[in-house]
């Protein structure tokens, strides 16, 4: 989830549970609740100290805890000397609960994303992920801009019996956001064990998933999804693709299913993004060559996806591929696609 709904929920949250009489707790909590994602600041070191990564040790329980206890201490001058003498009054254990709250709703917000962190680190490397929700919603980014405007509009103008009301308001939205993408990912989940698929995925719209599945067995690799409305119940009609892993290498191409199945490996030697991730396929045919778009069920955005396009020439099988960001639906009707430019395709 983005920074600056994080530190929006953190201080809603905050507001909860201490009211318009804790203003010092509750800007505690918003300060924490964006704090664990100041491990960007450690990108230097994480190749040597992976709990340093991003989502690593300050996305955990034990890192909150660490930072609550410093931020009990440190804080309080911090406040004093940047808003007032007045917010550096108060109990040191109600700062601690304070940035304790802001900072797990933090770490539960993220694992309520399709991003995974690790609660436990570093005593455990289970990782917690719901999958409920984009990790970049534009929708609720778009909705906590709205927030912050509203807020900074009331600062000073109008009476706090208005700014409460707001508060509780703004509360309750984020909470029934929360729910319905919660209620809508348990109906997914279900509906994925019933059809028998891998993943549940979530999408911008919190009423719509996407039901995947991956799998290679005896030579030949699977890769299936279905869009599922939680409105309808049912999953629609699943989009299917099986590839024969032992098929030809070499030689010419002469239909879709050869292309698919050549630029396969090829493709996914290009990135982790897509080689880690649910993905599919779209090819069409030219003159003396496929065309072949694979992409990431996962990583996308504004109808676009993250993926690799591939041309597989038709005569001698060559596969030349590159990565692309590219939107499927678009190229699956015959839409453009960036022309084939030496240097700066790879070559398979």
Sequence with gaps: MDLFTHVLIAYLISYGIWGPSGLQYIAAGALAGGL??????????????PLLRHHGITHSITGVTIIAAGGTFLVPH????????????????????????????????????????????????????????????????????????????????????????TAWVLLAVYLGYLAVRGIGRFLAGRARKRGGF???????NPLVFLLAEDGTSEGRTRLRYARYSVLRGTPDAPREIVLNRNAASTGP????????????????????????????????????????????????????????????????????????????????????????????????
């Design 198 to 204: 891998g993943g549940v995925i979530p999408t911008g």
């Design 253 to 348: 191409v002469t239909s879709a299913q050869e292309a698919l199945e050549r630029s396969y490996g090829p493709s996914l030697g290009l990135g982790w993004r897509l080689s880690d991730s649910y993905h599919f396929a779209e090819v069409r045919s030219g003159p003396g060559q496929f065309l072949v778009l694979w992409y990431s069920l996962e990583f996308t955005m504004f109808g676009r996806a993250v993926g690799v396009l591939a041309r597989v020439d038709a005569d001698s099988g060559r596969v030349s591929a590159r990565s692309a960001w590219m939107a499927p639906a678009r190229f699956a009707a015959g839409g453009p696609v960036p022309p084939a430019r030496p240097g700066y395709s790879r070559l398979r």
């Design 36 to 49: 664990p994602d100041a491990d960007a600041l450690f990108f230097p070191l994480a190749k040597r100290f």
């Design 78 to 165: 911090l406040f004093a000397a940047v808003i007032g003498p007045s917010f550096a009054a108060g109990s040191p254990i109600y700062y601690f609960l304070a940035m304790e709250v802001g900072g797990l709703s933090h770490v539960f917000l993220d694992g309520f994303t399709h991003y995974a962190v690790p609660p436990l680190a570093p005593f455990s490397e289970w990782e917690f992920h719901l999958d409920a929700d984009r990790a970049i919603n534009f929708g609720t980014l778009a909705l906590t801009a709205v927030c912050y405007v509203l807020m900074g509009e009331e600062r000073g103008r109008v009476p706090v019996q208005f700014w409460e009301v």
